[in-house]
């Protein structure tokens, strides 16, 4: 997945609707409707983008969600060729369709339903993403972006796919734990925060324990989902801040929704392009070092030209605070 847009948070951010929550346990909910945004690429796939927000930059370290299909594939499709990425690291999650990742350390996998990639940028890597043509199938997944803290930014890269992850079940619930841990079941993807990312496939009422020290957010992927009194459509975030041990859940047709969570990421963060620094240096250089050949390495697989950096803003970048807060 590449950002197209030189500031991911930029005015034609879409409003948020908040509503008071029950009281009673956590936060006021905060429900995010998305931007569409085109992707890269010459598929013109067109994500939903609800991280970052103009009114919430940051879930843990969740720094960015898109959310895309389900489309035919004989209309649009993912084709992103290569580019870099630092500071980071991506998660791939897919409902519908299969997506071939290939990057720079020589990677070459095909992602189904039901498995995780999961690229750890760390210093540099590139990689390119396409979607696997299939007569009269679909493609429908998201990407998200997990923030590297300050200790762990500049590790070397690598690549991780998931083909089995663990799962956990409740009354109208069972989920798919892609990163970290709900309730005692622990993903095998690498971490560096504490932090939770699950698919909830929902029929019913439902409950999902919380861990009270983490903020969380609901994205809806397939359906909409009831959370705890808010209706919330495919492609919208709630937002449900702090201090919940538990998340009330209701689907009236069988629905899958996605849960993130981590503690607070606390790091002021500089997002640009598809880098993620904490200077206007390290973003520069990071520039500069993709547009001169240096650093990123290769995507050898991939036929077609690699994308082109914008070029950098007349002012310095700056970083913002993570976690809630209108963006100046
Ligand atoms: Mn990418």
Known sequence: MSNLLRDPAGPDAAPATTVPGSAADGAAIEVLTAREVPLGGTRKLRVRRTLPHRSLRTVGAWCFVDHYGPVPL???GMDVPPHPHVGLQTVTWLLEGEVLHQDSLGSEQVIAPGQLNLMTAGHGIAHAETSVPRPGGHLHGVQLWVALPDASRHQPAHFEHH???PAWSGPGVEATVLMGELDGVRSPAATYTPLLGTELSLHGVAAVPLEPDFEHA???LDGTVDVDGMLVQPG????LGRGR????LHADRPGRALLLGGEPFGEELLMWWNFVGRTHEDIARARED???GRRFGRVVGYSGEAL???????TR???RPSGSGRIA
């Open 236 to 239: 919208s975030l709630a937002h």
């Open 218 to 220: 609901v994205l809806a």
């Open 245 to 248: 041990r538990s998340l009330r």
């Open 317 to 319: 970048l700056r970083p």
């Open 308 to 314: 082109l950096a914008p070029p950098l803003p007349s």
């Open 290 to 292: 993709w547009a001169t």
């Open 74 to 76: 004989a209309q649009e």
């Open 163 to 165: 083909a089995d992850l």
